[in-house]
């Protein structure tokens, strides 16, 4: 990379940096360097405990990307962040801080926090930059904006928000479109979700403190002990308590190495592995009929065309009309069609007095979508599945019995590892039915999904209402990948947190299209990827700095929690709302806004209509540390425990009509685009390379947090017999690359990565490497049913071939 | 009498390095050393493994000072810093140190970590308990059992921060503790049990 | 000849190795051991070796002083006081070492307000003052001419001699920790002690007969050197029997043992069996060899570098590997882990000195070589008559029961006549 033009940006940052250092001069800091030979710290000086100076607590909350979203105590001493622990207010069960949250003592004050507003100094993408005041930024962006929006609308504004920074109110102001992001998570939802109606990021269907009533719990794909840490003690009681936990990973991860067993798994063969555990599941009729006649999809009667039959069609019944509860919507459904076993013609599905059959007679012209499924399922034997995914037919039966049979059963599914193959969607389609067929769902120890965040109670805040109607986030035309290959009419991009190297694969192209527009907006706390390709950068602060009594409320890990009063902004950083609030006020729109984060937060609590919030106002909030569990959070939360799913019928809708066209109307088998075996591009690129994400780590974050460093750096790892196939050494310095692009950095023998495959930790700066960006060589092929996918496409990230060589 | 003491359930650890993290906050502990830290026993790195694909295991080990009841370094160090206390713990009285290192060469376990140069700390002020004392260059410093915080009653930070809760502290001189019940009931791991040290800080899984 | 002295240049010489040396040290103090290769890992290195060198050094010419009287040993007395010349400059290196090495050495007087009678440090402290106090009281009282006195000392030094190697070998043999942890440490101790001791007098005499400062007598040398070859032979010997041991179980030690034998340490280990065991006791071994200044000489370099190789490997293997092994290791400590948090850990110890170190070292051993030149110049070059005469007396006869002496044999007694 561009080394000088890099520096610019450093030294700007480094000037005001002393400037800072200066004006927050310490006492009594020990030497900072290597002191003088007779200094009084080393000498002479007893060790005495560090001077009485004036400490104060304040309470706030860390990280949501992660999901642990810890509510953390904080202390500081002459104005500077020194200790950070659990929140004591908090029930056992619920305090918690990690190896991260308490990092931050060093990493607020890093040297890669942006310090002041920056403006692009050479070309787009170069990295260099001059230090700007605020209102020259904000004039800047005020123009921008306002010159976008005169040229081609306010949808052409394109706000690219992670999940992390607290934005919430940006997209609505300006009317722009904004999506979350895109081709990311989606993988599994794509084709779990249907199924029960969920939102597409297929949530956990239980929280996890209801692992321990499980019998057996699978683990696909996910990294639980690492990703859910702070939800690992659930998986750690429910082992201490005798459930059986299997772990399928290519990889022995953390997650495998606690587990009961660890079954290995070719990468992106997981879909195969679904499919023959339910050929398993079939040919030993080891099903649940009662659940599926009464609670999902597979008695339908199916068409000669694959579509569904309607009741409408068999008794000229005119469709129901259904208004929907909240929005009071009226929706026509014209209902499903079951063959009743005991008059041995079609009834509507509903019908109490119907016995349906799981199978149609021949005589009726129908078959079932259970019909169907075993017509589909008879090429996937198990020893299909076994070649596939490389288990054992006897591993691949075991785990079909047990899931099937074990009495309470839940699957987990991560959203870093089986998430980000082109094949996910046939995967989470395949988890569906054989959810539907055992009934592993809706009552204890029965749950489905991805465990991210322990899946717990939540409660929905009162939104803000903006003056005008128009203000409102508008959903995309395209999905934000094709942007880069699609004509299109966003034309400036606002990028909160790391979105431009972390939301696309294939970061060359990104880079292209990148150029092509007017404006980019960078908002961030952190010196991130990003940031090179923005015309300004606006330096954001954390949430350890909150200049008003309160700066932010959230519901989750089954409370309502607060950011209080902390430092004030480092640097010349604002919070989040503030940074709204200025962009407001630089297109002339701050009317609309509330004017303090206390008002803002004060609407939301405190009109809230949760039930769970009932009574909890942002005064007694306050008065509780500004922490409060919800109502009724006792008890751990089984999801469609009454077994009605937010499907068109209720039930679970394992048969996707829409997708028939693509023939995945039932879970057919696809490669994944890029990393199958017989792919002859595994010639030149020998390795699937895998992005994991990592416990010491939260997605392209705290690679620059000093404290994290001591156990995890960028590097890649691998096989040692690859290593030795390769000619490479531990802690050589490699380049991984494929015709997409490459990245250099050391690499590391390890034994628990599988042999064929090269793992790194997810979303690595350039500045973390020796050379280039993990996002350069990431595969952003896309099907083309992603159209006709619950979320569109997924990114598939680790469904990429590279070759490696000593650089 | 009392005998503080720390029973680590290596089953619960998913060497998340929080324990490592929590102890350097709280006792100040700077740059390039830790008292408290994770390994991955008989493996090369953090993430590794034992054995070779798809044969393989894998042991957590948090390792700070085993509190030993037949302390190695006590025994040698010539001025008496380290001492035994009233409490069962091993302690430093930095101002006794003369930086021999005697007990680094005589600890089984790597427990002891040295100022060799002047202390630095990033970020560059003195975070964590106040009531911690500051350790000068030349002198030796390690796992305290947090003893500002467990002279008041408080747990150590590593077990008040431990988030699978593998931590549990308590007195081993009081039968009715939780970590002498461990001691009694549980299958005990002692670390190098055959160096006769008689550590305080034992393992279950 | 006679009167000969060491003369300013080379005194200037060591002078300005110790002002260096000095200097590094300085150096050292302003901003801690970090400057050292030593590390959390490998926490002890040069200096410690060095320590462990100096003092075995120093017994050589202590034994063979008392063994004249002790044993009646007549002909040693001949070399008596280059001997405990050579030990006293020896014993201090050995003590500047120890201190050279403390991190925290502005607090040492606590050793004396606080000891802990416990630590072997501790007894090493009291012993190696003791033995300080017996080499001066020894030069004194030879310098005086205090026959009987000598004679009644040295049946102190004696034991005493023996117990500072003991007690050194003890502050390593009695971890339970590390390799070191055998019975047999203080036995190899005091033959390494006696091997390179004796073979660094015979450097020392060879020196001053070089120097013309004092006259060697050939049967003498060939009797030392007799001597020598002996105590190489207990020496191998006693390593034979630790090395076996190690091995035999093929258990815990095992691990030290492959790292001494092909692994970090190995260059030492055999570079001490081949050039300081095997290769001198050949040269001794053959009685024509023990005539010959040169492969005198020859053998007692190689039996002390070789003894210093041996300080190399017996200390540094411990190290090498932690008792509880575990990625990503211990947490070193050293400057660079101070700078860079991905740098701080080391999976095994490693250990290399630094400049600064190596000139430490070299300063110290250049003040050791100046006390023992300064005191060589004056009390045997020149020195005091009464000692002289009485060492050339002794001499003499020494001279007179080696038949077969060179007619050279008089000129340690004729050097006061000719005064």
């Known amino acids: ?718 096989n040692p017999a690859d290593m030795a196939k390769e000619g490479i050494a531990d802690r050589d310095l490699v380049e991984c690359y494929n015709d997409r692009g490459s990245f250099k950095c050391e690499v590391v023998a390890n034994e628990a990565v599988r042999p064929g495959s090269v793992r790194t930790t997810e979303g690595a700066w350039s500045r973390n490497m020796d050379d280039g960006n993990i996002q350069t060589v990431t595969n952003d092929w896309m099907p083309d049913r992603r159209v006709d996918l619950m979320k569109g496409g997924v990114t598939p990230f680790n469904d990429t071939l590279v070759a490696i060589r000593k650089a | 009498m009392t005998k503080l003491a720390i029973a680590i359930n290596t089953a619960r650890c998913i060497d998340c390095m929080t324990c490592s993290n929590a102890c350097k906050m709280q006792n100040n502990v700077p740059s390039g050393m830790l008292w408290n830290r994770v390994i991955t026993e008989g493996a090369d790195s953090v993430n590794g493994a034992v054995g070779s694909y798809p044969n393989l295991t894998r042991t957590f080990l948090p390792l700070a000072c085993q509190h030993c009841e037949n302390p190695a370094c006590e025994k040698v160090c010539p001025t008496g810093a380290t001492y035994k206390d009233d409490k069962g713990r091993v302690e430093i009285d930095y101002d006794k140190c003369i930086g021999c290192r005697m007990c680094m060469a005589a600890c089984p376990y790597n427990a002891r970590v040295f100022n060799w140069a002047e202390p630095v700390r990033d970020p560059d002020f003195n975070y964590g308990d106040p009531r911690v004392p500051v350790r000068p260059r030349g002198v030796m410093e390690k796992c305290t059992l947090c003893k500002e915080r467990t002279d008041d009653g408080d747990v150590p930070m590593c077990v008040a921060c431990c988030p699978t809760k593998a931590r549990v502290f308590g007195d081993l001189d009081d039968p009715g503790s939780e970590v002498s019940r461990l001691r009694r009931e549980k299958s005990v791991r002692i670390l190098l049990e055959d160096k006769g040290t008689r550590p305080q800080v034992f393992y279950v899984s | 000849m006679q009167g000969n002295k060491f003369g300013r240049p080379v005194l200037g010489a060591f002078a300005a190795l110790a002002a260096v040396g000095a200097a590094c040290w300085a150096y050292q103090l302003a901003c801690g051991l970090a400057v050292t290769g030593m590390s959390n890992a490998n926490s002890w290195g040069l200096y410690i070796c060095a320590f462990m060198l100096f003092v075995g050094l120093s017994a050589g010419g202590l034994i063979v002083a008392s063994s004249a009287h002790v044993f009646g040993v007549e002909r040693f007395k001949a070399v008596a006081k280059p001997a405990v010349i050579c030990s006293t400059a020896c014993i201090c290196v050995a003590g500047m070492l120890v201190l050279v090495d403390l991190g925290g050495v502005a607090r040492v007087w606590r050793m004396l307000t606080g000891p802990n009678f416990a630590s072997p440090l501790l007894w090493d402290m009291v012993v190696i003052t003791a033995y300080l106090a017996i080499n001066v009281l020894d030069l004194v009282w030879m310098q005086r001419g205090d026959e009987g006195r000598v004679r009644r000392l040295s049946y102190v030094a004696l034991p005493v001699a023996v117990l500072v190697h003991s007690v050194t070998a003890w502050i390593f043999g009695l971890q339970i920790a590390r390799a070191w942890y055998t019975a047999v440490m203080a036995p190899i101790f005091v033959a390494s002690a006696l091997d390179s001791g004796l073979a660094l007098l015979l450097l020392a005499l060879l020196l001053l007969d070089r120097a013309g400062i004092s006259r060697l007598d050939p049967g003498l040398m060939a009797s030392l050197a007799k001597l020598l070859a002996a105590f190489v032979a207990v020496d191998a010997f006693l390593i034979a029997c630790e090395v076996l041991t190690m091995a035999y179980p093929g258990a815990g030690e095992a691990v030290a043992l492959s790292e001494m034998l092909s692994g970090a340490t190995a260059p030492f280990f055999w570079a001490e069996v081949v050039g300081g065991l095997l290769v001198p006791f050949a040269v001794l071994a053959a009685a024509g060899n023990r005539e010959r200044c040169g492969a005198v000489a020859l053998a007692s370099a190689l039996v002390v570098l070789g003894v210093a190789c041996k300080r190399a490997w017996l200390l540094l293997t411990s190290f090498v590997h932690p008792n509880v092994y575990g990625g990503p290791g211990v947490s070193s400590g050293t400057l660079a882990a101070q700078q860079d948090p991905a740098a701080m850990w080391a999976l095994l110890g490693s250990y290399a000195p630094t400049p600064v170190e190596v000139l430490v070292v070299v300063g110290v051993v250049s003040v050791g070589a100046l006390v023992f030149m300064v005191l060589s110049n004056k009390l045997v070059a020149g020195g005091a008559a009464p000692a002289a005469s009485a060492a050339g007396a002794d001499g003499s006869g020494g001279a007179g029961r080696s038949s077969g002496a060179d007619s050279s044999a008089g000129a340690v007694a004729a050097a006061p006549a000719s005064e």
Not at chain 1, 423 to 441: P, R
Not at chain 1, 601 to 615: F, I, M, S, Y
């Open chain 1, 1 to 718: 990379m561009n080394e000088t033009k890099r520096n610019s940006l450093a030294s700007a940052m480094t000037m005001s940096r002393r400037g800072f250092m200066k004006a927050a001069a310490v006492a009594g800091a020990v030497g900072a360097a290597a002191g003088g030979m007779f200094s009084a710290g080393s000498w002479f000086a007893p060790a005495e405990a560090h001077a009485e100076s004036e400490e104060r607590t304040f309470y706030t909350f860390h990280q949501t990307l992660c999901t642990g979203n810890c509510s953390l105590k904080c202390s500081t001493r002459d104005g500077r962040l020194c200790k950070v622990e659990p929140n004591d207010m908090l029930d056992e069960e619920y305090s918690m801080c990690c190896a991260r949250g308490m990092s931050e003592i060093q990493h607020i004050y890093g040297d890669t926090r942006l310090q002041t507003p920056l403006r692009r100094a050479g070309e787009r993408g170069e990295g260099s930059f001059e230090a700007i005041t605020w209102d020259e930024a904000m004039k800047e962006v005020g123009e921008k904006l306002k010159a976008t929006w005169d040229k081609y609308g306010k949808k052409s504004v394109y706000v690219s928000l992670s999940s992390e920074p607290r934005f919430g109110l940006l997209a609505g102001l300006l009317s722009a479109s904004t999506y979350v992001e895109p081709g990311i998570d989606i993988g599994i939802g794509n084709g779990l979700d249907p199924a029960t109606g969920q939102s597409g990021f297929y949530p956990g269907t239980n929280e996890t403190r209801d692992m321990v009533n499980a019998k057996f719990i699978m683990i696909n794909g996910h990294n639980f002990a690492e990703t859910c840490m702070m939800q690992a003690r659930n998986l750690l009681d429910a082992i201490e308590a005798g459930v059986e936990v299997v772990v399928i990973d290519p990889h022995f991860s953390t997650t495998a190495g606690i587990a009961s067993k660890w079954v290995p798994i070719t990468p992106g063969a997981d879909a195969a592995m679904y499919l023959g555990m339910i050929s398993h599941i079939l040919d030993n009729e080891l099903y649940d009929e009662e659940f599926m006649r009464a609670h999902s999809s597979m008695p339908y009667l199916v068409k000669g065309d694959g579509s569904l039959l309607r009741w409408h069609e068999v008794s000229g019944e005119a469709p129901r009309q259904i208004e929907d509860e909240k929005t009071k919507k009226v929706k026509e459904f014209d209902p499903f069609v079951v063959w009743d076993a005991k008059t041995n013609e079609p009834k509507v599905y509903d019908d109490a007095a119907v016995e349906p059959a799981l199978s149609a007679p021949a005589s009726s012209g129908y078959a079932t979508v259970f019909d169907q499924l075993k017509e589909s399922q008879k090429a996937y034997t198990l020893d299909w599945a076994s070649e596939r995914t490389g288990i054992s037919v006897d591993d691949l039966a075991y785990l079909a019995e047990r899931y099937a049979t074990s009495g309470a059963s839940t699957l987990g599914l991560g959203m870093g590892g089986s998430d980000k193959y082109s094949n996910a969607d046939v995967l989470g389609h395949a988890v569906a039915i054989l959810v539907a067929l055992t009934g592993n769902i809706g009552g204890p120890g029965k749950a489905v999904g991805s465990l991210n965040g322990g899946r717990g109670y939540s409660a929905s805040l009162a939104s803000w209402k903006f003056p005008d109607v128009a203000m409102k986030a508008n959903t995309l035309p395209m999905f934000a990948y094709d942007f880069r290959t699609q004509e299109n009419d966003v034309h400036a991009v606002i990028s909160v947190g790391n979105t431009l190297q972390q939301f696309f694969a294939n970061m060359n192209l990104t880079e292209e299209w990148l150029k092509t527009l007017d404006f980019v907006l960078e908002i961030d706390i952190y010196d991130c990827e990003s940031a090179r390709f923005a015309g300004i950068v606006l330096p954001a602060c954390t949430k350890f700095e909150c200049p008003e009594e309160v700066g932010d409320v959230k519901c989750a890990a089954n409370h309502i929690m607060t950011v209080g009063r902390g430092l004030d902004p480092l640097f010349e950083s604002k919070t989040d709302f503030q940074i709204m609030l200025e962009i407001a006020r630089a297109v002339g729109l701050d009317d609309a806004m509330p004017q303090t984060a206390e008002e803002w937060v004060r609407h939301q609590v405190d009109n809230n209509t949760a039930k769970a919030l009932e009574g909890v106002t942002l005064d007694k909030l306050q008065e509780n540390h500004g922490l409060m569990p919800l109502a009724g959070i006792e008890k751990p939360r089984i999801g469609f425990a009454d077994q009605k799913y937010k499907t068109e019928s209720g039930r679970l809708d394992v048969y996707y009509e829409k997708m028939v066209k693509w023939n995945q109307a039932l879970p057919t088998w696809e490669e994944c685009s890029e990393i199958y075996a017989d792919n002859p591009a595994r010639s030149e690129y020998p390795y699937q390379i895998t992005q994991t994400r990592s416990r010491f780590l939260i997605h392209s974050m705290f690679y620059d947090a000093k404290w994290m460093s001591q156990y995890v750096d960028a590097h890649v790892e691998m």
